[in-house]
């Protein structure tokens, strides 16, 4: 148990619970939040327990919850460094200082669950709850996670970051652009340093290719969206938030260039799906000349945003997705956790004869390949389950879960 320091009250199991990397409201988290109680105690003798506010950076993985992935864990420990009562929010931003460390350059998530609301770079807000002066932690504790995987810096090879992590108020983070947030909204600012291998081309010497290949995922994302011949509101909606957010990085003249070509891309894509004209084939292709592995996850994204946008899991559309995933020479494990963090965010029903196309079964397979991948599923989703917290997301492992039951009991 924490030991929890405050002025009049004893704040007492700080919770703060990142729940996988697969939890449906984001690989890292929609929020973190602190239970507290009130209980009067000696301060004069509880100060001489705490320290001082700090952060720290441990690199880890996450085997244990069956999702494999490599990460930094940002941990805190001290006093809050607030002279108010606040509730707080600890906001995580990275700047690339590999080429001027006088010069920092914001770097940008390739997936939505780790951006700032308004623009593509990466950010983790993980809300507290209310705080109160005095109120502390005396022993380290994991308010965030930095994912190399869905990172992208300016330029590839080994990149030198910046982790700022600040405590603000739950109202200042509607102020964080880009990276930036002012100083006055700030009650702690605090700086540690990772170095990862950019393996993809950065987004500076990538521009050109990038906006390419933002086109052609807008293109997908329609492929994906018209898949039962219609485009529905909230598809439509999924892939407009998705452009205006692309852009934001910018010059104000680049975004209205950008715009022009987005929406002319989904117009053509639509005109070429209703008379059956479009070729899946030709724009994978173009992708796979030009495309990373950033840009090719950030299309996939997309075209699985666009599947969620109804809350249901349709199997035309998973059809779609397993197709085109396989058709852009994605690593196929690192391909199935962006499978899972989506498919986390549905209520997860399923329509008819949509089991096979939620669990990735290819209907190539044979009886003993199918078996071996629901061995596979069943461990993936059963150690996940173990590790979730009582919600929706608890709830959407079980019924994967009983899928999964409900299939190899076809194969018996």
Request: include cysteine; hydrophobic fraction near 40%; proline fraction near 3%.
């Given at each position: 148990m924490l030991e929890i320091i405050g002025v009049i009250a004893l704040l007492i199991g700080i919770r703060i619970v990142f729940v996988l990397f697969f939890k449906g409201v984001g690989v890292a988290a929609e929020g973190v939040k602190s239970a507290v109680t009130g209980k009067e105690f000696d301060l004069d003798k509880a100060l001489g327990r705490i320290p001082e506010f700090s952060t720290r950076i441990i690199e880890k993985n996450t085997e244990e919850d069956g999702s494999g992935l490599n990460y930094y864990s940002i941990e805190i420990k001290g006093v809050f460094?607030?002279?108010?009562?606040i509730d707080g929010v600890f906001v995580t931003s990275l700047f690339d200082i590999t080429d001027d460390r006088n010069e920092p350059k914001v770097v940008l998530s390739v997936i939505e669950k780790f951006q700032e609301p308004a623009t593509t770079a990466?950010?983790?807000?993980?809300a507290t709850g209310q705080l109160e002066p005095g109120y502390g932690l005396t022993s380290w504790v994991e308010m965030g996670r930095v994912l190399p995987l869905f990172v992208q810096t300016p330029f590839a090879g080994k990149r030198i970051l910046n982790v700022v992590t600040r405590l603000t108020d739950v109202n200042g983070i509607e102020h964080l652009e880009l990276g930036f947030l002012p100083s006055d909204l700030c009650y702690a600012v605090e700086i540690n340093e990772i170095e990862i291998d950019q393996l993809a081309k950065g987004y500076t010497e990538a521009a050109k290719d990038k906006q390419e290949c933002m086109r052609i995922s807008v293109m997908l994302g329609m492929v994906v969206a018209m898949s039962d011949g219609t485009l529905d509101d909230p598809e439509g909606e999924v892939l407009?938030?998705?452009m205006a957010k692309v852009i934001t990085p910018y010059s104000d003249a680049k975004r209205k260039e950008l715009?022009?070509?987005?929406?002319?891309?989904?117009?053509?894509?639509f005109a070429q799906i209703q008379e059956q004209s479009l070729s899946k084939s030709d724009l994978i292709d173009a992708f796979n000349k030009i495309g990373d592995n950033a840009s090719k996850f950030e299309a996939m994204e997309l075209c699985y945003d666009v599947m969620a946008a109804d809350g249901v899991a349709d199997p035309e559309e998973i059809k779609v997705l397993h197709r085109i995933g396989d058709a852009l020479d994605l690593d196929i494990a690192e391909l199935e956790k962006l499978r899972d963090l989506k498919m986390m965010g549905l209520s997860s029903q399923v329509e008819d004869g949509g089991a096979a196309s939620l669990l990735g079964i290819d209907p190539e397979w044979d009886d003993g390949q199918v078996k071996k991948h629901l061995r596979s599923e069943f461990s993936k989703w059963n150690a996940r389950l173990n590790n979730l917290q009582p919600g929706p997301d608890k709830e959407h492992a079980q019924k994967m879960l009983d899928t999964i039951g409900e299939m190899r009991s076809k194969y018996d």
């Amino acid at each position: 148990m924490l030991e929890i320091i405050g002025v009049i009250a004893l704040l007492i199991g700080i919770r703060i619970v990142f729940v996988l990397f697969f939890k449906g409201v984001g690989v890292a988290a929609e929020g973190v939040k602190s239970a507290v109680t009130g209980k009067e105690f000696d301060l004069d003798k509880a100060l001489g327990r705490i320290p001082e506010f700090s952060t720290r950076i441990i690199e880890k993985n996450t085997e244990e919850d069956g999702s494999g992935l490599n990460y930094y864990s940002i941990e805190i420990k001290g006093v809050f460094p607030i002279g108010r009562s606040i509730d707080g929010v600890f906001v995580t931003s990275l700047f690339d200082i590999t080429d001027d460390r006088n010069e920092p350059k914001v770097v940008l998530s390739v997936i939505e669950k780790f951006q700032e609301p308004a623009t593509t770079a990466y950010s983790i807000a993980n809300a507290t709850g209310q705080l109160e002066p005095g109120y502390g932690l005396t022993s380290w504790v994991e308010m965030g996670r930095v994912l190399p995987l869905f990172v992208q810096t300016p330029f590839a090879g080994k990149r030198i970051l910046n982790v700022v992590t600040r405590l603000t108020d739950v109202n200042g983070i509607e102020h964080l652009e880009l990276g930036f947030l002012p100083s006055d909204l700030c009650y702690a600012v605090e700086i540690n340093e990772i170095e990862i291998d950019q393996l993809a081309k950065g987004y500076t010497e990538a521009a050109k290719d990038k906006q390419e290949c933002m086109r052609i995922s807008v293109m997908l994302g329609m492929v994906v969206a018209m898949s039962d011949g219609t485009l529905d509101d909230p598809e439509g909606e999924v892939l407009k938030k998705w452009m205006a957010k692309v852009i934001t990085p910018y010059s104000d003249a680049k975004r209205k260039e950008l715009k022009e070509t987005l929406n002319s891309a989904m117009k053509e894509a639509f005109a070429q799906i209703q008379e059956q004209s479009l070729s899946k084939s030709d724009l994978i292709d173009a992708f796979n000349k030009i495309g990373d592995n950033a840009s090719k996850f950030e299309a996939m994204e997309l075209c699985y945003d666009v599947m969620a946008a109804d809350g249901v899991a349709d199997p035309e559309e998973i059809k779609v997705l397993h197709r085109i995933g396989d058709a852009l020479d994605l690593d196929i494990a690192e391909l199935e956790k962006l499978r899972d963090l989506k498919m986390m965010g549905l209520s997860s029903q399923v329509e008819d004869g949509g089991a096979a196309s939620l669990l990735g079964i290819d209907p190539e397979w044979d009886d003993g390949q199918v078996k071996k991948h629901l061995r596979s599923e069943f461990s993936k989703w059963n150690a996940r389950l173990n590790n979730l917290q009582p919600g929706p997301d608890k709830e959407h492992a079980q019924k994967m879960l009983d899928t999964i039951g409900e299939m190899r009991s076809k194969y018996d």
